[in-house]
């Protein structure tokens, strides 16, 4: 059940939005998201611009995020919210097809894997892109799910490229099919609680 969609949503909660780790998405997890994407991005060091860009990125998102799946207006979603909207804007449709901000969102989580800044996410970027998230006692584990991830095309251009990457993370959240390779894109996946 690690690839089920609904696991696969509660992975994007809990590993890629809710930075804060309380359970639930709110204002603060991107303002969070903001400053550590500026960080990522710039290799630690800290540019004012990448900052308000992120910022606005990261503001944009959350807004959005709000309206779509703040249902009851509390100020936070809940795992179960989060699901609920992923269902009714995303499931079934492309990356074309998602919220603005989200697809801000996804271009921005490219630059942040794209460590060297070649266009590219290649297994060595994947790797790291893997173990900042979840605990792995062998790299094998990780290069498997790179390998089942990666299509010839891929390995033929040296990586996944910033519009692969967009495709893989739309599928990763909208198809319900636990064998499309898009279930790979975050590494093996273990079942969230």
Known sequence: ??????????????????????????????????LRNTLIEGRGEFKDEAYATNQKIMNNLWNEIAELADFNKDGEVSIDEFKQAVQNVCVGKGFDSFPVAFKSFIANQFKTIDVNGDGLVGVDEYRLDCISRSAFSSVKEIDDAYNKLCTDADNKAGGISLARYQELYAQFISNPDE???????????????
């Open 179 to 193: 064998k499309c390779n898009a279930v790979y894109l975050f590494g093996p996946l273990k079942e969230v609680a």
């Open 1 to 34: 059940m690690a690839y089920s969609w609904d696991n696969r949503v509660k992975y994007v909660v809990r590993y890629m939005y809710d930075i804060d780790n309380n359970g639930y998405l709110d204002k603060n997890d991107f303002e969070c998201l903001a």
